[in-house]
């Protein structure tokens, strides 16, 4: 396998070729295209993120390049066990033997082989202590079956692997007692010796009863072998036992006498004397991206990755029954064992100027976390997401925050509230501030039963953001088919809705391998935002959100929604899936990421804004446009600034009082500033163009953000009035005079700008004709006290005043 090109830190990489799809294989029995098989890797390859042992490399990352083209990105720690300058005896060479099988054992019980088991993968440090290289390539590409040459290396293949059983871990164990032997006896075995050769000798020892013995006398290492303690040369002889049964399994020769003191033979790490190797290698190798780092510019550089003219790779002919006549192979398709090492030379420089200090927050302080550069929040998003330093802050406060989860919750949403999400970490994020908490409950929901929603369920998946190569791999939908079918279970009183996909493929994408934390966080999500949204019957839940909708537009966007009111452009024309997939069906994964990162730190209300902030976007065309014109703009929605209605809507939210955005099909409310508004009914939003406002919230915003415009008669308004509000008496309203200067009231423009209009009357229909009528001459946020004047005199009667 591998050999090392040049040695400089603690990450490398490597390249191989998947097998490429033939001529015949362009639809499945499903009519579906055939996937290719480097995204089946992939999916695949995501498990090995989760693997941790000292005694095993860490697996960081799968790359796809063109062309099927298969990046690997892992650790390296050490030198291969055949290039050590130093010669290995005794115990060094039991030390070695313990840790490879403490690793194997630990892949055993996650039903892993390693499969390509030989020196060249087997690290050490100048400590003896040993890490495994490259041990998922066997399962990542499917037992080989996705790659177009062998894994492996002949040499320390077990014989009944070559004859065809290759999914055994005692396949492993001949392997390290191969590599063990040749350490032992001091020679490698048939070194000069072509593949056909090694492979004809292996398949020759089925003939003996002592593999160890006859390998022995052929490289004329008999009185090494002879002088072998015997409880060694016993455990080399069941290791390579041609009966398989007979073979030991990892814990057993971990139980073996030999190794009585493990102690002894136990892996002993030294703490790296850098600061930055310290923490986490994902993070580490996050930063090295941030900093410059390309993998695939380095393979390149390395001479791994070689540009051809693709007229060289067209075939001579094509035969009339499809099958072409093609130039020799390009060598380049071959598989390249070279590794390359990632420089972090470049990391290292950028971060050489952080305080040690920094690199140990301290969060129970009064002032806990890190001070930034006012100008620098300023900065766009996309730019904060890609300065080195400042996510080497984010990263190194969240991470130390997460490990103090739920206790840091309160702290989470702050650091959320106040900054961003580092993109490493939002998925372990947003599940804290949806207040996630593992039970083990997701393991015990049926998930493989048949029931009414397969089919449908069958039918979303292969649609359900596709251009991702995470979820559109084979382990990516059966994971999506899992989870969808968790959720149906456990929620009988529910439907599954066309939809749902889009919504719970988001939180797959972010915690592919963690299904439990996936399925959590869409659980706690529905119920905060979509609560009751998949009823079998949600037409009365669809309908008041539009309705909503339609209000909040009119408070925000009066002119805007006067326009699509005239056209009858409604809500239920573009906005249904909006709001029934949070927007994660309308806008490709990157955008959802940055647009939910807002809105689970607010409540039920803050879709709605998000909604006005993309009309907002739109505005400009939605005004010259007609009733056809618009059906055709959403139909294929443009392009959308996620940064510019990140910050629309958050302002949005902030500005609109919480009562306007009262819904009665939505989880209870804790807020006091709406409960004397919780009365209100569907077919009430729905026929008021302006939305209601408790007195609650209006003696809140009295008197800098509030103006009160009261539309009883004269007499009412000087026997009892509010201090400051402007009488217009609603009898004298010309509404056919599309004017404000006709309502005859000095200053009125000046006087309601920036604020919010609320209208108090007496008589409500009059309130809602008055309010319309401001709605329709431009005046933003308006609104209808509830209950009218009469409310006062129940909330605050002090604050009324007479003339």
Known sequence: MPSVMKSESNLAAFTFFAKSLGTGDICGSNGLPVLPNSISIMG??????????????????????????????????????????????????????????????????????????????????????????????????????????????????????????????????????????????????????????ITRKILSLLSTNNVLEKIAREHERYDEYLNLEPSVKALLESC???????????????????????????????????????????????????????????????????????????????????KEVALPKSQNHLFDPKIIFLSLNNLMEKISKIPKRDFFPLIHTPKFGYKFDPEQQKLPLVIRERDTIYQFYRMMLMQRLIQGYPYTRDMILEQARQFDIPPPLRGKIWSCILGVIKTGKYDWLDKETATSTDRQIEVDIPRCHQYDELLSSPHGHLKLKRLLKAWVVSHPQYVYWQGLDSLTAVFLHLNFNDEEVAYESLCKFIAKYLHWFFLKDNSAIIKECLAKFSQLTAFHEPALAKHLSSINFIPELFAIPWFLTMFSHVFPLHKVMHLWDKLLLGDHSYPLFIGIAILRQLKSTLLQSGFNECILLFSDLPDIVIENCVTESQKMYESTPKSICYRKYVEKFGDPHILDIANLELSDIQKEVAPRISANDLLALMPDKAVILDIRSNPEYNRQHVPDSVNIPFSQVKLGEMDLASLDVPDLAKTIAGKVVVVVSAVHENAILFSKYLVDLGVSQVCILHRGFQILHNISPSILVSC
Request: aromatic share 8%.
């Open 240 to 322: 390579l036992n041609l009966m398989v049964d007979k073979r030991p399994l990892p814990r057993q020769i971990l139980e073996n006498e030999i190794f009585a003191e493990k102690e002894k033979f136990e892996a002993k790490f030294e703490t790296p004397k850098s600061l930055l190797m310290r923490c986490p290698l994902t993070l580490v190798y996050y930063l090295w991206q941030l900093a410059g780092g390309d993998v695939l510019s380095d393979l390149k550089k390395a001479g791994l990755i070689k540009n051809e003219a693709p007229i060289l790779l067209m075939p001579n002919a094509v035969l009339l029954d499809g």
């Open 44 to 197: 695949r390859s995501q498990y090995l993120k989760t693997l941790r042992h000292p005694n095993l490399c860490e697996f960081l990352e799968t790359l796809r390049g063109k062309h099927e083209r298969t990046v690997v990105v892992s650790e390296y720690h050490g030198q291969p066990l055949n290039e050590l300058n130093r010669t290995l005896v005794g115990d060094d060479v039991m030390r070695v033997m313990y840790q490879v099988v403490n690793a194997l054992n630990y892949m055993q019980e996650r039903e892993l082989t390693h499969n390509s088991l030989e020196p060249n993968n087997i690290l050490i440090d100048s400590q003896n202590n040993v890490k495994l290289f490259n041990f998922g390539l066997f399962y990542m590409t499917n037992s080989g079956k996705y790659v177009s040459f062998p894994v492996g290396n002949v040499k320390y293949t077990a014989p009944e692997r070559l004859l065809g059983d290759r999914n055994n871990i005692k396949g492993d164990i001949w392997s390290i007692g191969m590599i063990i032997a040749e350490l032992m006896l001091g020679v490698t075995f048939w070194n000069n010796l072509k593949i056909c050769q």
